[in-house]
């Protein structure tokens, strides 16, 4: 499967923005489907999960009440509503997918994840 993440840019503290990721080439509601993070100078991060059928979320503690992930397997899209940004949540921020029909919470570990997409930058100014 083959990952296309957008919708990253350069937003104040407080502001929001939407993350689209849009999945080809295989069934999209084979996969969970995941958001990570990376900031500079440090380890890319698990931010939110969602399982195939989008009935089961999880998400890291500091994003939780601001962010919301979902799908739509109809458009093979996964997208990252962020809401109240804060400056730390500066990253570039990758989608990622792994084959599984399970309902259970998503893996936070990388390693979990085979399929990725290119990123997309997330700058929050204070």
């Known amino acids: 499967v083959q990952l296309q993440a957008s919708g990253g840019g350069l937003v104040q503290a407080g502001g929001s923005l939407r993350l689209s990721c849009v999945a080809s080439?295989?069934?999209?509601?084979?996969?969970?489907m995941a958001w990570f993070r990376q900031a500079p100078g440090k380890e890319r991060e698990f931010v939110a999960g969602?399982?195939?059928?989008?009935?089961?979320?999880n998400s890291v503690d500091s994003v939780k009440g601001r962010f919301t992930i979902s799908r739509d397997n109809t458009m093979n899209t996964v997208y990252l509503q962020m809401n109240s940004l804060k400056p730390e949540d500066t990253a570039v921020y990758y989608c990622?997918?792994?084959?599984?029909?399970?309902?259970?919470?998503?893996?936070?570990?990388?390693?979990?994840?085979?399929?990725w997409g290119q990123g997309t930058l997330v700058t929050v100014s204070s």
């Open positions: 080439g295989r069934t999209f509601s084979l996969y969970a």
């Open positions: 969602i399982s195939w059928n989008g009935g089961t979320t």
């Open positions: 990622a997918a792994r084959q599984s029909k399970s309902n259970y919470s998503p893996p936070v570990a990388r390693v979990a994840w085979a399929y």
